[in-house]
């Protein structure tokens, strides 16, 4: 009998058996070295292994004690809805698909979401036989968060640059336009903002030296702002807009200028049209001035002459130096402040105040056109151009302009008489009878308390009643009340000059009429006028 002995060289599978655990050591260590969730599970869901990350997240999301082999995914991933989830995603996995998918859950007690990119690739036998999954998991919250934040400043600059009225622009060194928004485009006429890029900056201006003056502004100071220029549209029409401007460099040191423009084409032909407005003011105060020097100069020629007249010369004084002081004044403050805070204005205080101008000359020139009219009263110049009108519709008109402008609150009641038909009388005598005794209708009476017009045609003659409930008129100043510039001691509150009634005979007379009046103090009263048709 003997012993067989069979010996066998095991040096190399010793050897691979070292570097394969060396290699799985080494990839351990790089593992759990990873800030990423790393873990594998078999095909019945149970844990191969894990990291440390791994065991980190599962405890911040479950709650739930360290991991070990061989446990299975649910009872460590106690919500039921996350286990079927993720046993479906595992499920892929088992059945060969390898994919990258991202999913929420929930952080902070459900106040926020975290979100988790997942890696999952199947693990494959030496016979190729898949026997588990290898997951990774890797926080993508923060770069979810940014993309958001990114997504949502996008969306804001895409408004903005939809929205906003001023063209914004960015141009090279070289005169080319690299960017426009749709306002740029629209302002310069171009039906696209593509078809805004084809053209050059140089393009766009009126003159050479615009462009010039500009670049010297923003090379001196980097930037200017609020710069006044006249560009020149794509049709040819010229527009002025303001521009504000700033050099720019990118990350290789490339120059650009970034700019704004808004168009102010309204704002200056606002100001041009005021600039015409004081010239045309100036004239007209010039000529109106001139006016009332030659009445002036008449009328001390008249009183002069005549002793009686002396009194009639400091009424027209001190209606002068009273009705004219307030308009006068309004058009210097107007004209004062505008030249002052012109820039400070915006577009509707600067039409207010140039609407005082205009009223305050508009008063002004009623009252020398009232004064010239008197004037050629007296001298025996009034004409008297009688024409075919019909009364009743000349008065519906005359009410309802008075009623639509300066007495828009007043009630006047009009009352007619007769057939209608139409009579020969003067249009501009008839205008002014009919106002001036409605206006002191009106302005004699209380607000609450409507005037009355009535109108009686007969064969010969009409008739015109302007009854009020107002202050009436003292007996010791009726036979006073056609006189120029007298005003009673009892209206001497109540702004006026003294030329209407006065200027209502002198109508009256024109036409060979009469005018009458009946009054009581604080009871009102009325006018009948008579006038041969």
């Known amino acids: 009998s003997g012993i067989v002995v069979n010996s066998r060289d095991i040096t190399e599978r010793r050897e691979a058996e070292r570097k394969i655990r060396e290699s799985g050591a080494m990839l351990m260590s790089v593992i759990e070295s990873t800030g990423d ?22 405890r911040s999301l479950y709650g739930t004690g ?25 499920d892929r996995a088992l059945q060969g698909e390898q994919f990258i998918c991202e999913i929420p859950y929930p952080a902070d007690n459900d106040q926020n979401v975290d979100y988790k990119e997942l890696t999952l690739n199947p ?72 078809e805004a890029l084809s053209a050059t900056s140089p393009m766009l201006y009126t003159d050479a030296t615009q462009q010039q003056h500009l670049k010297d502004l923003i090379e001196q100071e980097g930037k200017f702002s609020n ?13 002025w807009a303001l521009v504000s401007s700033r050099q720019e460099h990118d990350d290789k040191g490339n120059l650009f200028y970034d700019g704004a423009i808004t168009d102010i084409t309204d704002r200056m032909q606002v100001q041009e049209a005021l600039s015409r407005s004081y010239e045309q003011l100036e004239v007209r105060v010039q000529e109106r001035t001139a006016d009332l020097q030659h009445a002036l100069e008449q009328l001390n020629i008249v009183l002069a002459k005549e002793k009686e007249l002396s009194e009639l010369k400091t009424r027209f004084v001190s209606m002068v130096s009273h009705e004219f002081r307030t308009p006068l004044t309004s058009i210097l403050s107007s004209v004062e402040i505008l030249d002052r805070y012109w820039q400070r204005l915006d577009e509707t205080r600067i039409q207010r105040f140039h609407y005082m101008i205009k009223e305050s000359v508009a008063h002004m020139s009623s009252l020398l056109d009232d004064v010239i009219l008197l004037g050629k009263a007296e001298a025996g110049r009034l004409l008297f151009r009688p024409v075919a009108l019909d009364p009743v519709a000349f008065c519906h008109d005359l009410i309802e302009q008075m009623q639509s402008g300066t007495f828009t609150n007043r009630e006047i009641h009009f009352f007619t008489k007769g057939i209608a038909r ?14 001036n005794l409605l206006i002191n209708a009106i302005k004699y009476s209380d607000t609450q308390k409507p005037v009355s017009i009535s109108l009686t045609i007969e064969d010969k003659e009409i008739v015109l009643e302007i009854a009020d409930q107002g202050i009436g008129i003292a007996t010791e100043d009726l036979e006073h009340i056609f006189d120029p510039f007298y005003r009673s001691k009892q209206v001497e509150t109540i702004p006026g000059t003294g030329l209407g009634l006065s ?28 006038l041969p048709v």
């Open 66 to 90: 360290p991991i070990l082999p061989g446990q299975t995914l649910a009872s460590y991933m106690i919500i039921p809805s996350h286990a079927k989830a993720f046993t479906e995603l595992v």
């Open 503 to 530: 200027i209502v005979k002198q109508s009256v007379e024109r036409h060979g009429g009469v005018i009458n009046t009946q009054s009581e103090v604080h009871k009102g009263t009325v006018f009948t006028v008579r």
């Open 227 to 239: 710069q006044e220029v006249q560009f020149i549209r794509r049709d040819g029409s010229l527009f």
């Open 37 to 58: 969730s790393v873990f594998a599970l078999d095909r019945e869901y149970r844990y191969i292994t894990c990291n440390s990350s791994h065991q980190t997240m599962m």
């Open 123 to 194: 693990i494959h036998s030496d016979n190729g036989d898949i026997t588990g999954v290898a997951i990774f998991a890797r926080n993508i919250t923060e770069k979810k968060r940014s993309e958001e934040r990114i997504r949502n400043s996008e969306l804001l600059l895409k408004s903005i640059n939809a929205n906003i009225s001023e063209g914004l622009y960015r141009s090279t060194a070289d005169n080319r336009l690299i960017y426009a928004n749709q306002a740029f485009a629209d302002l310069f006429g171009f039906s696209s903002v593509e």
């Open 422 to 435: 139409e009579v020969q009388i003067d249009p501009t005598l008839l205008r002014h009878i009919i106002t």
